[in-house]
């Protein structure tokens, strides 16, 4: 193998597009090109457009809960044609929106376009489900002389509070699972990307959703306290820190009044096990796709590559070379693969982790360039002991612990002792390994041989277990479960003369 003979700690140059697609979005008709290339590289001055109105919590919740049985009672089938139109607005104003998530949320213009296009998938895929699910009542076996019938129904409001990475993407997915099982929406955007939320609410308003049925409050975590504390709430849908998840949970245990579910998508430190028989430049490719793509800001990014020895003799001076050939940047630029992170405490944060490992790990590479800013060059360290990260760090800071070969189990230990379970990634041609690994781990979304981001709706049901949320996963066959609420109608066919019951109960 030439890799072989190169030195430790060299570097080779990486043959392909580190994040491979990017190109393919030349050519984007984005709503204003000269004023994305007006960012300026500190982004100090986005220029960003005024903030959107926002609904008063409580009159929001009032008038939502004055809407719902009207909401509830038009069908699933009404409820699926307004957001399959809203599916149709969104991919109209593609450039729109796309520009939006670069200016407001950072994001380069591939991750721009993969936040539409997962929002429309998002809208449509729920529409169906919810066709399928809430469609008609599903008939049950039952004794003879009976007739039982399980619908499902909205619960009612339903606040659902979504995170800045994913602006668009999970403030819709969120939104279009609930109002897609008749329950009216009272959605909490992130204070970072209000405007995102806001055009996303405009065009499901011009796609024909009531005004009644959908409220946007922007605000913080005193305006997200409001709503998941107010009575009238019956779900809360929440993506973001496991702490603030278990705020919440604690806030409706307090609650007097009916008991409320809560459906939370929170942390994970990820992480990717490696053995010796991995092909390297798969594996390179999708370490550095899934620890530094979207600037690491991913929940499902990898943060620790757990990775035999042998294997990492030939990966590091690979890893080294992609890295130096990171181009971080303004996000409105083809040419970048990286741009800010979402604001100053995100950099503080990423600057003290990066100064605690500096005291006793070794840097293996980062993205060469200035760190004006919003800017963070992604890097890797090599850390002596097979630990994991002690917690969740967010944004393009990779740990690398490498294993001997009789520490396979060690490295799987490490994994489970986090307590997180939401992605994991598995690089190996040795069938029996990878299923030894995943007997032995619980996580969400386990990736073999592959990247470990980009979970697809309908294909790759995303969420995790354990201080990773309660699922169910979303954009899977089991996500509108916990959004609705069961019916049952056990009817007495013999009683009344069976037609006449059985019309009665539909
Ligand atoms: C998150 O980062 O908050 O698979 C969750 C993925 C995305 C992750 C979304 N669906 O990369």
């Not at 140059?13 to 004023?35: C, I, Q, W, Y």
């Not at 002596?384 to 490498?402: C, D, K, N, R, W």
Request: with cysteine; hydrophobic share 45%.
């Amino acid at each position: 193998d030439p890799l072989d003979d190169l030195p430790r700690g060299g570097a080779i140059p990486l043959p392909r597009d580190l994040f491979p697609g990017r190109r393919n979005s030349a050519g984007l008709d984005l709503a204003d090109p000269a004023e994305l290339m007006a960012l300026d590289q500190s982004l100090g001055n986005r220029p960003l457009p005024p903030l959107p109105a926002s609904d008063p919590p409580t009159q929001a919740i009032a008038q939502a809960l004055a809407a719902f049985p009207a909401w509830d009672g038009i069908g699933a089938d009404a409820r699926a044609v307004l957001l399959e139109r809203a599916a149709d607005l969104f991919e109209e104003h593609r450039a729109a929106l796309m520009h939006l998530a670069i200016v407001e949320a950072g994001k380069t213009i591939t991750d721009a376009l993969a936040e539409v296009r997962e929002a429309v998938d998002f809208l449509r895929f729920y529409a169906a489900e919810s066709r399928r699910l809430l469609g008609a009542a599903t008939p049950l076996p039952g004794p003879v002389g009976e007739r039982n019938l399980l619908t499902l129904h909205g619960r009612g409001v339903f606040v659902c509070i979504s995170p800045w990475n994913f602006p668009l993407a999970i403030f819709t997915g969120q939104v279009a699972a609930a109002l897609a099982c008749g329950n009216c929406v009272v959605a909490k955007p992130a204070q970072q990307t209000p405007r995102m939320a806001a055009e996303a609410v405009r065009l499901l308003y011009r796609a024909g959703v009531p005004r009644d049925v959908l409220h946007l409050c922007i605000g913080g975590p005193d305006t997200g306290a409001v709503l998941v504390e107010h009575p009238d709430v019956a779900g809360v849908a929440f993506t973001g820190s496991t702490a603030t998840a278990r705020r919440i949970h604690r806030a409706l245990a307090a609650k007097d009044g009916p008991i409320v579910p809560l459906i939370a998508e929170t942390g994970g430190i990820n992480a990717m096990i490696v053995d010796s028989s991995a092909q390297p430049d798969q594996v390179l490719i999708d370490v550095m796709e899934s620890a530094f793509r979207s600037a690491g800001q991913r929940c499902s990014a990898l943060r620790a590559l757990l990775i035999q020895r042998e294997a990492w003799v030939k990966l590091e001076p690979m890893l080294a070379g992609a890295l130096r050939e990171v181009v971080v940047g303004n996000p409105a630029l083809l040419s970048t693969d990286v741009g800010p992170v979402i604001d100053g405490e995100a950099i503080e944060r990423l600057h003290a982790h990066a100064r605690r490992l500096d005291g006793h790990a070794r840097l293996v590479a980062r993205a060469p360039g200035g760190e004006g800013g919003l800017f963070f060059a992604p890097r890797a360290y090599e850390i002596a002991e097979l630990t994991m990260p002690e917690s969740e760090v967010f944004g393009p800071i990779l740990h690398v612990a490498p294993w001997r070969s009789d520490q396979l189990d060690a490295a799987i230990d490490a994994v489970n002792a986090t307590g997180y379970g939401l992605t994991l990634g598995i690089h190996s041609r040795v069938d029996a390994t990878i299923n030894h690994i995943l007997a032995r781990t619980r996580v969400g979304n386990v990736y073999v041989n592959r990247s470990m981001i980009g979970a697809v709706v309908g294909s790759q049901p995303f969420g995790g277990r354990g201080l990773s949320g309660t699922g169910p996963k979303a954009g899977g066959p089991n996500s509108l479960s916990r959004y609705a609420t069961e019916h049952c109608v056990s009817i007495n066919t013999a009683a009344l003369g069976g037609d006449a019951a059985l019309l009665a109960a539909q």
